[in-house]
């Protein structure tokens, strides 16, 4: 049973960088596809970015594309999500899920496409 766990969150100040971790156990992450999503307080979530399996696919939605990187270290089992020029309005429960593909070139940043979820990591931007 694959289970995801996020990490890296944190208060960051206006401007600042951070990089969040979804580390994987249970599964070799090879063949999952993996999405990070965010929630805001009152809000519904949000797709912010996915890697294919393989690595070869990355997408990223239009409110943090530029200021974020999506990579992933499958020998560590774990992806990332490298955040840069934060905003108070980034700020949320940052969550990552997965989904198993026989063929690790797609991705979704759709939230109903995912199998398996984190319990999301708070990032809090703010002076």
């Known amino acids: 049973q694959l289970q995801l766990v996020e990490s890296g969150g944190g208060l960051v100040q206006p401007g600042g960088s951070l990089r969040l971790s979804c580390a994987a156990s249970?599964?070799?992450?090879?063949?999952?596809?993996i999405g990070w999503f965010r929630q805001a307080p009152g809000k519904g979530r949000e797709g912010v970015s996915c890697?294919?399996?393989?690595?070869?696919?990355?997408s990223y939605g239009d409110s943090m594309r530029g200021r974020i990187t999506i990579s992933r270290d499958n020998n560590k089992n774990t992806v990332y999500l490298e955040m840069s020029s934060l905003k108070p309005e980034d700020t949320a429960v940052y969550f990552c899920?997965?989904?198993?593909?026989?063929?690790?070139?797609?991705?979704?940043?759709?939230?109903?496409?995912?199998?398996?979820w984190g319990q999301g990591t708070q990032v809090t931007v703010s002076s």
């Open positions: 899920a997965a989904r198993w593909l026989s063929y690790p070139m797609i991705c979704s940043r759709n939230q109903g496409w995912y199998e398996v």
């Open positions: 249970g599964r070799t992450l090879d063949n999952y596809a």
């Open positions: 890697i294919s399996g393989g690595g070869s696919t990355a």
